[in-house]
């Protein structure tokens, strides 16, 4: 259009053209341009009015974090398609007790502090994370490469003491349980939500309101059978191999959470496992609650390390 006008006017200016043919001309052009901009904007307004739609159905509706299915696709998505040897790192968050923070002061309350747990894990994840609401109290977050353990610490410091200095009204004190599953070995979404989920449980059974940081490791095939034994005592864990004799092979770890690391990654590979209850920083309550949380505990042989020491003294 632009073209044909520029052409009758160099016409006309020339006498070659009538006004009467040039006038048709001009108000052609610019109904042309006027059904043209009309048009462009209507579907730059479909565009941005789906473009919303679609921001809006993907989002939590309360807290503006991504929705449960939302997150896990971003998640999968990334977890596909990261370079090889990334190292990043799913976060499990789980308020504590939140049934009675609606029970005691009501939902109103409930959704107010929801709301602002959503405001706190914008501030402390960066804008390249993902994050998401997985339903009810319960919220995820995969901390993208680069990330180490000092990283994931301040975050869950952090996060823990925001929500902990919170206050609606009357009500306070708020605070959470965060599983961590740092993973540099490139697990799947489902590994990594395994691992993650096991972590939150044991942040759970050793009194709430704190974080569990889990590491994966890279399962190695074997043909000989495997028994896992768990003590801060290695003289301990030597007499129970001798116990035990030599026709398996040992994986052992001086910490509790190690041995919960471990033995929930893995899982299926091991015959039995020797625990010892004896740790300085958990109760043996609270490892009796965690193993009862978890159902590989029920499907493998647990034997007590200081039972069968005993035992094995009489014998």
């Not at 565009?47 to 809006?56: M, P, T, V, W």
């Not at 807290?63 to 370079?83: A, F, P, Q, W």
């Not at 009675?100 to 994840?125: C, P, S, T, W």
Request: contains cysteine.
């Amino acid at each position: 259009a632009v073209f044909v006008l520029v052409y009758e006017l160099i016409a006309y200016s020339a006498g070659q053209m009538t006004p009467a043919r040039l006038y048709t001309g001009l108000f052609a052009f610019f109904l042309s341009a006027f059904v043209y901009w009309s048009v462009l904007g209507t579907f730059t307004d479909e565009r941005r009015d789906n473009r919303a739609l679609e921001e809006k159905s993907s989002k939590d509706g309360l807290t503006g974090l991504l929705n449960k299915v939302s997150c896990e696709d971003e998640i999968r998505h990334y977890l596909d398609h990261r370079k090889e040897g990334a190292a990043c790192a799913l976060i499990m968050l789980d308020f504590d007790n939140f049934k009675h923070v609606n029970d005691a002061y009501g939902h109103q309350v409930g959704d107010d502090a929801l709301r602002k747990f959503g405001e706190i894990m914008r501030r402390n994840f960066r804008n390249t994370d993902i994050l998401g609401r997985m339903g009810g109290d319960e919220f995820m977050a995969l901390v993208r490469e680069p990330v180490s353990e000092e990283i994931l610490i301040k975050i869950c410091n952090s996060v823990e003491y925001e929500l902990a200095t919170a206050r609606f009204g009357e009500a306070k004190g708020f605070t959470c349980s965060i599983g961590v599953a740092r993973d540099p070995e490139g697990y799947s979404f489902e590994g990594l939500y395994h691992a993650a989920d096991d972590a939150l449980y044991e942040a759970k059974a050793r009194g709430k309101a704190q974080y569990v940081l889990w590491t994966t490791k890279k399962i190695v095939p074997t043909k000989k059978r495997i028994i896992y034994i768990a003590s801060g005592d290695m003289k301990k864990r030597e007499a129970i191999k001798r116990i035990c004799g030599n026709d398996y092979l040992y994986y052992e770890a001086d910490t509790a959470t190690e041995a919960f690391n471990d033995i929930s990654l893995y899982g299926e590979h091991l015959e039995s496992i020797y625990f010892d209850y004896s740790y300085e920083d958990i109760t043996k309550d609270q490892i009796r609650e965690y193993m009862d949380s978890r159902p590989l505990y029920s499907l493998l042989p647990v034997h007590d390390v200081e039972l069968e020491l005993r035992k094995s003294k009489v014998e």
